[in-house]
């Protein structure tokens, strides 16, 4: 998330939870242009193809996630209300961790969820039981994918998303880019792309874990 000179959070007409147990709910997300925010019918075909890679149509399995570079949490907020047992939030800037707990709040969600104030770059966190996370949802300002080198800041991001960051050996990563990035068909910490879909200026890159992981 990029940083903005305002703090207040604000509801736009435009976020929403689109099913399931949460369904309808209005979120909150920071002002300013920084943040860009998914919109309803964008999320929507987003999840109807995530449901569909894992068998599931407009559902998920009780997996765990984490939601790298959160902003106001709308994707891992999704994946609770679709099914997901537990998600943690890892975001860093003030204005984005506001909306976050805010957004949380409401829904009351407490037991399912917990927040990480850290860099992405150095997080380090793991699920509440001995399951690694399932699915990472990876949202980095649009920059910062156009570098992933070992040493550049996604590098290091990547390098910690099975170390520091425990996954299961089938996991899935949604990379959200801008449409005229073309990622690499292997990344840093043993992903490969298994899928791309885009909307406008905005694509996704799916990658699944082909090495091995750490727990």
Known sequence: MLNVKQTNPVILPTMR?????????????????????????????????????????GQLPPLNACDLFCGG???????????????????????????????LDQLGIIETAVVVARPAESVTVSPPTDQGFGLIFLDPPYRLSEDVSKDSVMGRVLARVGTHVPVEPDALLLWRHADSCMLPKSVPGDWETVDRRSWGTMAMTMFQKSGPVSK
């Open 17 to 57: 939870v689109i099913s399931g147990r949460y369904k309808g709910t209005r979120l909150r997300t920071p002002p300013g242009q920084g943040t860009r925010p998914i919109l309803d019918r964008v999320k929507g075909s987003l999840f109807d193809w995530l449901g569909s890679k894992l068998a599931l149509p």
């Open 73 to 103: 949490g709308s994707q891992g907020i999704e994946a609770l209300s679709r099914g997901a047992a537990f998600c943690c939030f890892v975001e860093n800037d003030r204005s984005a961790l506001a909306c976050l707990r805010a957004n």
